[in-house]
Every structure is written in structure tokens, then in C-alpha cells.
């Protein structure tokens, strides 16, 4: 039998405290495809109740840019939340962090005086800001919260969805959520959607070969409908993951590269639960290999999908 819905599980957590006007920080595995994510998140909160306007956004194209570009980057996306009651809100760039964090502030307060309805800032990729404006992007939802300690009196709250798990990357008082795999089922549904109905066992197990990895899913969908089957063999499976599976061999053999990770992928490439070794497996979850999986009493780690195992060398 597929296992049970697992993402939508992180889905309903998100929601329930964004319609409590409570801010999130959420882990994004790489390959996890937050975008589409967020964008599902945004249309169930536009059609809920209670009711809230969501602005998705992604910080990737500040990639190696300037401090001063994700300052007035940030503080835009922020001043757009207060939708055309909030075009006369004035943004100047800052000439500091103390400038940046103070503008953050104002900003959300501004908002919260000229929304009509709550709205929500839903940003992922914050990986590529730089980390003094994550800091002071938190302070400054700090500095606000303590303006409005009641969620209930705000009228304006955030998401911040990345894939680097470091002290920096926060929103003060906000839940630290991980975007987890689809379920088996999920995976399963995803697969049908692209290529149709199809054997119980080969979506089975083309499901299960991808983990519920989201890009995976995707890649195997795209090469099953040209192909006009799901793949019966691994190597199959492997041809019809496409380009991504490039992607993902060139991250194994990365992490290879380094002769005790080798020797600790090997060890994980059995596909059981296995204790964890924080050291290098750290190294691995930043480079979206591994996953932790909850078993009674501990917390165990495996490879994140199958096919991962299958690329190893």
C-alpha cells in the first residue's frame, strides 16, 4: 500500500499559521520545488477563511548581487503587500543595515495601516540574500512584532523558504517547518496527472524509485509520456529522469569526491534507516541527498530516493 500524504501535511501546518497571522521560516531540500509550493499555498489562503492576499516571490536573481540591490529588492516586495492603496509608500534605498532594518519596520507597520484585508509575503530561495540582510530582515520583523505583539492586531506576516540551514536564517517567534517529499500516494497522483492512467505496479514502483523527490516526479513524468510508458527497469527509470539525472550524479560525484563521504554514501546506498553521522551526513541534507526519518524513540537517516543509489558509482 503507498504511504500516506506527507507534503500536504507541510502544507496545512504553513497555512494554519499564516491564518494566524504567524510567520514561518521553512527548510527547502534542493529539488523540492518550492515555487509551486507556494504558489498552492497562496490559492488555498486566497480562497479560505479567513481570507489572505499572498505575494509569492523568489530572491534567486540576487544571486551574487549587491547588499544595496537585496535591500531595495526586500523592502519592494514588502511595500507591494499594501496593493494600490500602498503606491504612494516610499521606498529609498538605505545607506546602512541600521537604515535597512529601520525601513523594514516602517514598512510593515505602514502596510498593516493601509491593508483592508491580511496579506503575506511568501519568499523563497533566501539562500541567495546576503546574510546581513537575512539578519536584519529578521530584526526588522522583530522590531515589528514588537509593535503589534498580538498577531490577531497585524494585518501584514511573512514566509521565508530556503534551503540553507544556518542560525542567520530566521523571523523571530516564527516555527522552523521542513518542506518534506511527496508521499508515495502523492507521487503516484503527480506521475498520473502526466502521463495517465498506468499499471498499479510500474507506478508503484516508479514512485517509490523517486523518493517523492518533486523534481524527480516531474522528470519522470515528462520522460514517461514521451516515452508513452513508465519504464519497467531501473536503468529505464534513470533514462526517462533526463537532464535531472545529470544533475543529480553531478552532486554524488561531488560529494564522492571526498573519500569518507564515498565511503558513507556506499554504506547508505542499501537503502536502510541508519544512525546518523552528523558530520558528514550535514554535508550530504545541503546537498539534498539524505533525509531524516522518524522512527519510534529516534531519529534515523537514508538516502533521500532510490535513484540517488542508483547513480552512485
Not at 531595495?72 to 504612494?88: F, K, P
Amino acid at each position: 500500500m503507498l504511504e500516506l500524504a506527507s507534503r500536504g501535511r507541510s502544507a496545512r501546518k504553513v497555512r494554519t499559521h499564516l491564518r494566524r497571522m504567524e510567520a514561518v521560516v521553512m527548510l527547502t531540500p534542493r529539488w523540492s520545488r518550492p515555487q509551486s509550493f507556494l504558489e498552492g499555498i497562496a490559492m488555498d489562503l486566497a480562497v479560505g477563511h479567513p481570507a489572505l492576499g499572498c505575494r509569492t516571490a523568489s530572491f534567486q536573481h540576487l544571486k551574487n548581487r549587491s547588499t544595496t540591490e537585496a535591500w531595495r529588492t526586500t523592502l519592494s516586495l514588502i511595500a507591494q503587500l499594501g496593493g494600490s492603496r500602498g503606491d504612494n509608500l516610499q521606498i529609498t534605498a538605505p545607506g546602512s543595515r541600521k537604515g535597512f532594518r529601520s525601513a523594514v519596520t516602517t514598512l510593515l507597520r505602514r502596510v498593516t495601516e493601509l491593508s483592508e484585508a491580511p496579506v503575506a509575503l511568501l519568499g523563497h530561495s533566501a539562500e541567495y540574500l546576503p546574510l546581513e540582510v537575512l539578519e536584519d530582515l529578521a530584526l526588522g520583523w522583530l522590531d515589528f512584532t514588537e509593535m503589534y505583539p498580538s498577531p490577531e492586531d497585524r494585518r501584514v506576516v511573512m514566509m521565508l523558504a530556503g534551503c540553507v540551514d544556518t542560525p542567520l536564517f530566521n523571523l523571530p517567534g516564527a516555527p522552523r517547518v521542513s518542506l518534506t517529499d511527496y508521499g508515495e500516494a502523492e507521487a503516484a497522483a503527480a506521475l498520473v496527472s502526466q502521463t495517465g492512467p498506468a499499471e498499479p505496479f510500474l507506478l508503484e514502483g516508479a514512485a517509490r524509485f523517486t523518493g517523492g523527490v518533486p523534481a524527480m516526479v516531474d522528470a519522470l513524468g515528462r520522460g514517461a509520456r514521451e516515452l508513452g510508458i513508465i519504464p519497467r527497469s531501473q536503468s529505464g527509470l534513470i533514462r526517462a529522469l533526463g537532464p535531472t539525472a545529470d544533475e543529480i550524479r553531478g552532486a554524488v560525484d561531488i560529494m564522492a569526491a571526498d573519500n569518507h563521504i564515498a565511503d558513507r554514501l556506499e554504506m547508505l546506498r542499501d537503502g536502510y534507516l541508519h544512525d546518523e553521522e552528523p558530520e558528514l551526513d550535514s554535508r550530504l541534507f545541503t546537498a539534498g541527498l539524505l533525509r531524516h526519518v522518524r522512527v519510534p524513540g529516534a531519529t534515523k537517516v537514508a538516502l533521500r530516493a532510490p535513484a540517488i543509489g542508483s547513480l552512485l558509482g
